[in-house]
């Protein structure tokens, strides 16, 4: 009786521990500055595709923005209940998956519009069959062609679990190794909450590799006193090679590293190599001040004072501020 007491005294003590703990932890939850804005759905952007499938004898297509990766060879296209195309796909268990480049846009935000039941979409897209038996569209940089291997269906949604029978690719989006290079494939991509289309394309790190290259830093954004410059130097042609390997040099640090140099992209003339001009944009006059007096900069300007035969600064008004270059590194 004493021990069975003992024993359930103890329990309560570690359990009382134990809830104190938890609501210890609880509290420091609170202290956070993030706000708790409900069961948001929030996994976006997401690439924009065009799936592509037969449906009763005729070839359509859907834009689909909703699609995952499950494991390393299985992908999950989630497809609302009410689309016309779901029953072809059903039926043949092929579909493919058509990413969207800028230039297809269009007629992907029609197909996206109007519905294969009432409407034929089958020649809005030029297209060949792939050799796993589903169409292919010519204008896609880069196409799936999938074999549906599960449908889950959730409530509204039939979700499709397809595995990948051929991957086909532009010969543009790949590198001298025959890879996919996403900076060349510049995929569009879907944000759900606001119905927009976002672009991609930039490498800003290489992957568990940042600390032996770093990639681009995030840009602030342009403000009012942001400066627009073209620099003009002329270089005596004795140190043309060597001022170039400072230039590079400068405008990579530059770029990889301040987040207030937007552009930093320097060209030389063809008849005259000699001649360089450097187009520059800074996000602030701030920016460009810390600029000037980074050690990189100094290295510049101190190695080759002796090498400029001539420097003029030239600052340009935009004529349209919303068209910017958009300036990255490899």
């Keep these: 009786m004493v021990r069975n007491l003992l024993t359930a005294l103890l329990l309560f003590g570690l359990l009382s521990c134990g ?34 499938a037969e449906v009763n004898g005729k070839v359509n297509w859907l834009v689909v923005g909703h699609t995952g990766i499950i ?9 609302s209940k009410s689309h016309y195309t779901n029953q072809g796909i059903k039926e043949s268990k092929k579909l493919s998956v058509n990413l969207v480049s800028r230039e297809m846009l269009p007629k992907a935000d029609y197909v996206g519009s109007v519905s294969g039941a009432s409407v034929d979409k089958s020649e809005v897209f ?12 010519d204008a896609s940089p880069l196409t799936m062609e999938c074999d549906v291997v599960d449908i889950y269906e ?20 790949l590198d001298d190794k025959g890879k996919l290079n996403y900076t060349r494939l510049k995929p569009v ?12 394309g930039e490498i800003i790190g290489k992957c568990l590799n940042l600390d032996k290259q770093p990639g681009m830093c995030a840009k602030e954004e342009m403000t009012v006193d942001g400066i627009v410059r073209l620099s003009k130097i002329e ?3 004795q140190f043309l090679d060597e001022y170039i390997k400072y230039v590079t040099e400068v405008g990579e640090i530059s770029l990889r590293t301040e987040p207030g140099v937007l552009t930093m992209y320097a060209v030389s003339e063809k008849e005259n190599p000699c001649k360089i001009t450097i187009l520059e944009t800074y996000s602030s006059k701030e920016a460009y001040d810390r600029h000037i007096a980074s050690a990189h900069f100094r290295k510049y300007k101190q190695g080759t004072q002796h090498m400029v035969k001539s ?12 068209n910017r270059v958009n300036n990255f590194i490899e």
């Design 19 to 52: 809830i104190a703990e938890v609501k210890t932890h609880k509290s420091n939850i609170m202290e956070t500055e993030k706000q708790n804005i409900g069961s948001v759905l929030a996994l976006y952007p997401k690439p924009m595709t065009v799936i592509g």
């Design 311 to 322: 420097l003029v600064l030239s600052d340009q008004t935009p004529l349209n501020p919303a």
């Design 235 to 237: 270089v005596w042609p």
């Design 71 to 79: 494991g390393h060879d299985r992908i999950l296209v989630s497809m």
């Design 154 to 173: 959730t409530e509204g949604f039939d979700n499709f679990v397809c595995s990948i029978a051929n991957t086909y690719a532009a010969p543009d989006v």
């Design 189 to 200: 991509l879907f944000e759900f909450p606001t119905y927009s289309y976002l672009a991609t």
């Design 126 to 137: 030029e297209y060949h069959w792939g050799e796993n038996g589903t169409p292919v569209i």
